[in-house]
């Protein structure tokens, strides 16, 4: 498989969904559920408190792992889905806040005008947050077959 065709198959994917699983870990591991946004470069935005304790984890040490499924998946249905790895930073300059929020908020609508980017500068709970992946693996039968995956490394 080549990995332009890998790169639009996850990139498709990870259009398609909104909601993941992260893990964080510090003396010990810890997950949880957010939505998410995803650009162009495969970035993945996320709104977050760093007073959460994945936010901790997150502040000391930035490396995470995440998985995008579909829960409804029954046991004998074709899988898809993604499992990564990468890096998780807060976004501070207000122009990377704005353009960031525009993404999360397109895959997340509904809230603009909660979230809103002078409540991310404002509120000490709620800030921005991008996941640069290093490796994505992802599982589609129908794409690749039961016993297939694509590997990406970014």
Avoid at 7 to 27: E, N
Avoid at 87 to 105: G, N, P, S, Y
Avoid at 112 to 121: L, N
Wanted: glycine share 6%; aromatic share 12%; proline share 5%.
């Amino acid at each position: 498989m080549n990995n332009q065709k890998i790169r639009q198959d996850i990139f498709k994917f990870l259009k398609s969904h909104g909601i993941m699983t992260l893990a964080a870990y510090s003396k010990e591991p810890w997950v949880c559920t957010v939505y998410y946004g995803v650009d162009d470069q495969m970035n993945l935005y996320i709104v977050t408190n760093p007073n959460s304790k994945h936010g901790k984890y997150i502040a000391n040490y930035p490396n995470v792992a995440f998985a995008i499924f579909d829960s409804h998946t029954k046991v004998t249905d074709q899988k898809e889905g993604l499992q990564g790895q990468g890096i998780c930073t807060m976004i501070e300059k207000q122009e990377e806040v704005v353009r960031a929020l525009k993404i999360w908020h397109q895959a997340n609508p509904g809230i603009e005008s909660r979230i809103t980017p002078e409540a991310v500068k404002k509120w000490p709970d709620t800030k921005l947050y991008k996941i640069r992946p290093t490796q994505i693996k992802f599982y589609n039968d129908k794409l690749y077959g039961k016993k297939e995956y694509a590997l990406l490394d970014l």
